[in-house]
């Protein structure tokens, strides 16, 4: 599965970014996909991930009720819409997928195939 991330880029604080995640190599029909971002000097954290199937979701708790994770079959796509984006937030923002959940899917461990990150900046 090959994943290519795009949509990042400078917004001011309270404005809002749509993250894609396109795959290519295979379906995601019975996959997770879980988007990770980085900051500067700080470790890889959780923000969101969808389970292909069903459809459920989970957040990290600090972008709940601001970012929404989607999937668009048709495109073998995951998005992430990003509102009222906070200085925060900036880092760069990679996608993950894996077909087999262990033991949690907040955790980049399960993951077996990465995006190549794209860069967001918010400004204040």
């Known amino acids: 599965v090959q994943l290519q991330a795009s949509g990042g880029g400078l917004v001011q604080a309270g404005g809002s970014l749509r993250l894609s995640c396109a795959a290519s190599?295979?379906?995601?029909?019975?996959?997770?996909v879980g988007w990770f971002r980085q900051a500067p000097g700080k470790e890889r954290e959780f923000v969101a991930a969808?389970?292909?199937?069903?459809?459920?979701?989970d957040y990290t708790k600090s972008v709940k009720g601001r970012f929404t994770i989607s999937r668009d079959n048709a495109k073998n796509t995951v998005y992430l819409q990003m509102n009222s984006l906070k200085p925060e937030d900036t880092a760069v923002y990679y996608c993950?997928?894996?077909?087999?959940?262990?033991?949690?899917?907040?955790?980049?461990?399960?993951?077996?195939?990465w995006g190549q990150g794209t860069q967001v900046t918010v400004s204040s």
């Open positions: 190599g295979r379906t995601l029909s019975s996959y997770t």
């Open positions: 993950a997928t894996t077909r087999t959940v262990r033991s949690s899917w907040s955790s980049g461990d399960e993951y077996a195939y």
């Open positions: 969808i389970r292909w199937s069903g459809g459920s979701t």
